[in-house]
T-cell receptor, first 115, second 114 residues
């Protein structure tokens, strides 16, 4: 069990640029979640996958955001035409859904700064 | 709509003293409640969770929490705080089978004085 890993840890970009983050979940986990966390707030749910299917997207997720999980393993979150308001920590979590209670394992996050 | 309120933004306690972090929730069905801890530069780690049964729940690192339905509260406690407990603590409420869609509170930052 190597845990959930996220890459990069930090990303600084200029407004208007596109950025992509990667999340590698724990290998046997079928669910993968993305969150955004701003300073002084808790994580906010953005979207989640069960295997390769994206099952839900939050209303927080504008059209500039897109997420994929092409083979049901790693996932990417892309932000197009970044804005200063996108500056936040982007967290990924994974879990094994077995019909019972679910336990999440979080990565350390990607800190995005938009200048 | 579901929501979580953590009334204390920042708490300072002396090492060895007891700790209680408050959490109030609003949820339309039977709540599934969590406490997570986040250390600087790290992801969230689950301390404990409650769905049903005994209203006093034991977690990792010596933490416990008590569910009080009448008060819509799920307060986290520890009898004796260690310097390594300094971190940010988040309470969350959601559905048992979809913990990932939980609503999180804004967190309480714990500082431990030597």
């Amino acid at each position: 069990d190597t845990g959930v890993s996220q890459d990069p840890r930090h990303k600084i970009t200029k407004r208007g640029q596109n950025v992509t983050f990667r999340c590698d979940p724990i290998s046997e986990h079928n669910r993968l979640y993305w969150y955004r966390q701003t300073l002084g707030q808790g994580p906010e749910f953005l979207t989640y996958f069960q295997n390769e299917a994206q099952l839900e997207k939050s209303r927080l997720l504008s059209d500039r955001f897109s997420a994929e999980r092409p083979k049901g393993s790693f996932s990417t979150l892309e932000i197009q035409r970044t804005e200063q308001g996108d500056s936040a920590m982007y967290l990924c979590a994974s879990s094994k859904s077995q019909g019972g209670s679910e336990k999440l394992f979080f990565g350390s996050g990607t800190q995005l700064s938009v200048l | 709509a579901q929501s979580v309120t953590q009334p204390d933004i920042h708490i300072t306690v002396s090492e060895g003293a007891s700790l209680e972090l408050r959490c109030n929730y609003s949820y339309g069905a039977t709540p599934y409640l969590f406490w997570y801890v986040q250390s600087p530069g790290q992801g969230l780690q689950l301390l404990l969770k409650y769905f049903s049964g005994d209203t006093l729940v034991q977690g990792i690192k010596g933490f416990e929490a008590e569910f009080k339905r009448s008060q819509s509260s799920f307060n986290l406690r520890k009898p004796s705080v260690h310097w390594s407990d300094a971190a940010e603590y988040f309470c969350a409420v959601g559905a048992r089978t979809n913990a990932g869609k939980s609503t999180f509170g804004d967190g309480t930052t714990l500082t431990v004085k030597p």
